[in-house]
């Protein structure tokens, strides 16, 4: 059984820095694509960033380009989001994902973890 389960969340004031982490077991880790994705109270879930599996890309919302970076330890099994110059619109749960299919981990992720929520005051 697929198990996603992130950490590192918390409260920062904007400007600051958070890095998240997500635990990942239950499957080969290095096969999958990983993403993350937030939602905000209100709204709907927003795909934040995607590293693909093995030698593949990497992709980022414009919204969080150039501040947030997404990066993978496949000897952890272990996904992580650096957050740097966060901003209150930032503010949201934030959710690890995972899927075989690089689309699928863009759009519609099968497998997703419980979240971790970030708070960014002004």
């Known amino acids: 059984q697929i198990q996603l389960v992130e950490s590192g969340g918390g409260s920062v004031q904007a400007g600051g820095s958070l890095r998240l982490s997500c635990a990942a077991s239950?499957?080969?880790?290095?096969?999958?694509?990983m993403g993350w994705f937030r939602q905000a109270p209100g709204k709907e879930r927003d795909w934040v960033a995607t590293?693909?599996?093995?030698?593949?890309?990497?992709y980022y919302a414009d919204s969080v380009k150039g501040r947030f970076t997404i990066s993978r330890d496949n000897d952890k099994h272990t996904l992580y989001l650096q957050m740097n110059t966060l901003k209150p619109e930032d503010t949201a749960m934030y959710y690890c994902?995972?899927?075989?299919?690089?689309?699928?981990?863009?759009?519609?992720?099968?497998?997703w973890g419980q979240g971790t929520q970030v708070t960014v005051s002004s």
């Open positions: 994902t995972a899927s075989q299919v690089l689309n699928n981990c863009l759009h519609s992720p099968h497998y």
């Open positions: 239950g499957y080969t880790y290095s096969s999958y694509c």
């Open positions: 590293i693909a599996d093995g030698a593949g890309g990497i």
